[in-house]
């Protein structure tokens, strides 16, 4: 079957591009946050096709955050492609080592275990003056490759990089999920001990998707701070990780566009809701939410898949 | 008392009031885990419904001047009020349509509830503080060498003890205890013997729902009733019932009682792993015991 998914791919990226030039400042600061959460979701989105949910993916979001702000701040480190490169390769370590505990897991104890982590990283963050407590890190004006825009200009910068990730990981996502670890994942949700039989180290599978999944939030937590120029520890409070959990039943596991759509349109409705229904922004949440896993249950991108084999 | 004895007496005090909280808190979440294998994040909401309905009704209560034994009643009162509203609602309503589904959706809906909850709650009470200090100082402190305890504290820790021995009794003495020991262990089974399985979840998850408005109606007047109150207590409480065992009764006693010698341990010697600790202690016990401390075996199915 010839994989249509990697050229609209490339389609939307050259789309984005242009836009980067033509669309308004808020209109990009605005892309930017949403396609660095969806580069989380996609992550997240790996492990539900496992079978798997993790409350726990601020731990790597933050983890990113505060690799690139700590990096600024402490090692005088400004170039955005090092920092971006750095959050993830530490995000992805973090996720090694955890990984080696929470691939032993399933169901409720991996959302639990993973929601024990980000919580101890929360907790470390609070309490720790040397990492900003409370108030956080200002992100250090970022270069790219030795250019150093300021103003707008910056603004175009991070989303052109951030496009640019996000098309590289979508990419290699893609990849992975229809390589044959990337294949098992259905049949791991379905019965595991089955898979185990065909000579499958389950374990090895999982903790594989946990690293991929923290590397994917590391970047996404670094372009996060790099955009906002602001990092403090609610990066990784549990309500943030459950935010992108939301994200990933919202949109649907169906392919790796998937997250990048939902990532927008929550974005979105959550700009406009602020400023005029700020008090009801939770609750609409919450409804549309219910209202997804009660009648849409493969999320928005299955509305799409229904549509095509229609007609 | 010599310095390390009085901090030995502080850590061993402040860990068991907070323990009596946190079982407190905790105990109605691993019921209704245990009975219907549901991880309620609302639980969180039940807790701020809680102290929001028992710092009104308290004020009320205190100011029309009635005298103040009945003010604890207010507070019950409020707690099993809203604990029956919210819990019957909630149930009825939404989750007996997602029974059989996967735990981790049923997970999510709750915590779809959670958030939407959040909103009601502010628009309800609005965004300030709101307190109910009253019955806290009526009650006084007791003065012992150069520690000050104060008696509602004190009050507290009696009443986890008596949550405590009630649920015990309960769920072993008496014949519904019994029957939803039987759901517990096998609810495919216990169906057809002919329990109303239905019935005993409707009534599991009142009873889980009015424990966790009881936690919030007897926090109320320790401290300023805000908004955010159950986004806290929430991930608290599921590290309690995580360590102990989710599910387990005794687990959650368990659980409470090592988090609060943790917590009043690290306040008292290392102030700032406060936060810290409590999810080491977690992360560690899960990784020696997969499923806490309390866990069930459980046959491997395929």
């Known amino acids: 079957m010839p994989d249509r998914t990697l050229g609209v791919l490339a389609a939307v990226f050259v789309a984005a591009a242009i836009g980067g030039f033509l669309l308004p400042q808020w209109a990009l600061f605005l892309s930017t946050v949403a396609i660095a959460k969806a580069l989380v979701v996609l992550g997240l989105m790996i492990l539900w096709r496992t079978g798997l949910v993790s409350f726990g993916q601020a731990l790597y979001y933050g983890v990113g955050g505060y690799a690139a702000g700590l990096a600024g701040r402490w090692l005088g480190l400004s170039d955005a492609i090092l920092l971006l490169l750095l959050g993830g390769a530490v995000a992805a370590v973090i996720a090694w080592a955890v990984g080696l505990l929470l691939a032993r897991y399933r169901e409720i104890f991996f959302a639990m275990l993973s929601l024990a982590f980000s919580m101890l990283l929360y907790g470390l963050l609070v309490n720790t003056e040397a990492l900003g407590s409370t108030d956080g890190v200002n992100i250090t004006q970022p270069s790219f490759l030795g250019y150093a825009p300021g103003g707008g200009a910056l603004v175009r910068s991070v989303y052109l990089l951030t496009i640019v990730t996000g098309l590289i990981a979508a990419w290699l996502v893609q990849i992975f999920l229809r390589s044959t670890i990337g294949q098992l994942a259905s049949p791991i949700r379905d019965n595991e001990i089955r898979v185990e039989y065909l000579g499958v180290s389950v374990r090895s599978v999982i903790h594989l998707e946990v690293v991929i999944a923290g590397a994917l939030a590391g970047f996404g937590g670094v372009l996060t701070a790099l955009a906002v120029g602001h990092i403090d520890p609610e990066m990784a409070y549990w309500t943030t990780s459950g935010g992108f959990v939301f994200v990933t039943i919202l949109a649907g596991t169906g392919s790796v566009i998937a997250p990048f759509l939902g990532a927008l349109l929550f974005e979105l409705v959550q700009s406009f809701a602020m400023t005029y229904t700020p008090d009801i922004w939770q609750l609409m949440l919450g409804a549309a939410l219910l209202l997804t896993i009660l009648f849409v249950p493969g999320g928005l991108w299955s509305l799409f898949e229904r549509r095509r084999v229609g007609a | 008392m010599s310095e390390a004895t009085l901090i030995g007496f502080a850590i061993l005090m402040d860990g068991l009031v907070y323990a009596a909280w946190l079982f407190i808190v905790a105990v109605g979440l691993s019921l209704i885990f245990g009975v219907m294998k549901i991880l309620n994040v609302a639980h969180g909401s039940f807790y701020a419904f809680g102290a929001y309905g028992a710092a009104t009704l308290v004020g009320l209560y205190f ?28 149930e009825r309503g939404l989750l007996r349509w997602v029974y059989g589904r996967d735990e981790v959706i049923v997970v999510l809906v709750t915590y779809a509830v959670f958030l939407i909850l959040e909103d009601v709650l ?28 104060s008696n509602y504290d004190l009050a507290l820790i009696g009443l986890a003890g008596l949550i405590a021995l009630t649920a015990w009794w309960g769920l072993n003495r008496t014949r519904w205890g019994k029957l939803l020991v039987a759901v517990i262990h096998d609810r495919e089974m216990a169906t057809a013997l002919g329990i109303n399985v239905t019935l005993v979840f409707a009534i599991t998850f009142l009873i889980g729902a009015v424990l966790g408005a009881f936690g919030g109606a007897f926090t109320a007047p320790k401290i300023s009733v805000t908004p955010g109150l159950g986004v806290e207590v929430i991930v608290i409480a599921f590290a309690v019932v995580a360590i102990g065992g989710l599910g387990s009764i005794p687990g959650a006693l368990v659980g409470a009682l090592i988090v609060g010698l943790c917590r009043a341990a690290a306040v008292h010697l290392f102030p700032q792993g406060e936060l810290f600790v409590v999810y080491a202690v977690m992360a560690l016990v899960l990784a020696v015991r997969p499923e806490g401390l309390f866990s069930r075996v459980q046959a491997r199915r395929i």
């Open chain 2, 63 to 90: 100011d029309a001047g009635l005298p103040v034994v009945g003010g604890f009643a207010a507070m019950l009162l409020a707690a099993v009020l809203i604990g029956i509203l919210l819990g019957a609602i909630l």
């Open chain 2, 122 to 149: 502010r628009l309800i009470w609005g965004a300030d503080s709101h307190f109910a200090y009253q019955p806290y100082v009526a009650l006084g402190n007791v003065v012992a060498g150069d520690m000050i305890i």
